[in-house]
Nanobody
Framework: QVQLVESGGGLVQPGGSLRLSCVASGFTFSSAAMSWYRQAPGKEREFVAVISSIGIGTNYADSVKGRFTISRDNAKNTVYLQMNSLKPEDTAVYYC?????????WGQGTQVTVSS
């Protein structure tokens, strides 16, 4: 069965950095585009970033361009989200997802809190 397990979330000060990881299993990881979404309390889940199966093509939400970088290591069945220059408005549960758009499988999410 398809499984996506996120990790790396936590509490960070504004301007700080975090690196999220998502380990995938149950499918051919190297053939699937992978994406990150986030959801803040009381808000709709929103797109953050996507990366193609090979890892060459990427797209980002305007709110994170220049600050976040999505990458993948197909040998490790893992997709990453490097988050720099974090802002309080980045606070959310971050979800790893398979394919885009729309995703067909989701991870359980990992909490990212940006606060002084």
């Amino acid at each position: 069965q398809v499984q996506l397990v996120e990790s790396g979330g936590g509490l960070v000060q504004p301007g700080g950095s975090l690196r999220l990881s998502c380990v995938a299993s149950g499918f051919t990881f190297s053939s699937a585009a992978m994406s990150w979404y986030r959801q803040a309390p009381g808000k709709e889940r929103e797109f953050v970033a996507v990366i193609s199966s090979i890892g060459i093509g990427t797209n980002y939400a305007d709110s994170v361009k220049g600050r976040f970088t999505i990458s993948r290591d197909n040998a490790k069945n893992t997709v990453y989200l490097q988050m720099n220059s974090l802002k309080p408005e980045d606070t959310a549960v971050y979800y790893c997802a398979r394919r885009w758009p729309p995703p067909d499988y989701w991870g359980q999410g990992t909490q990212v809190t940006v606060s002084s």
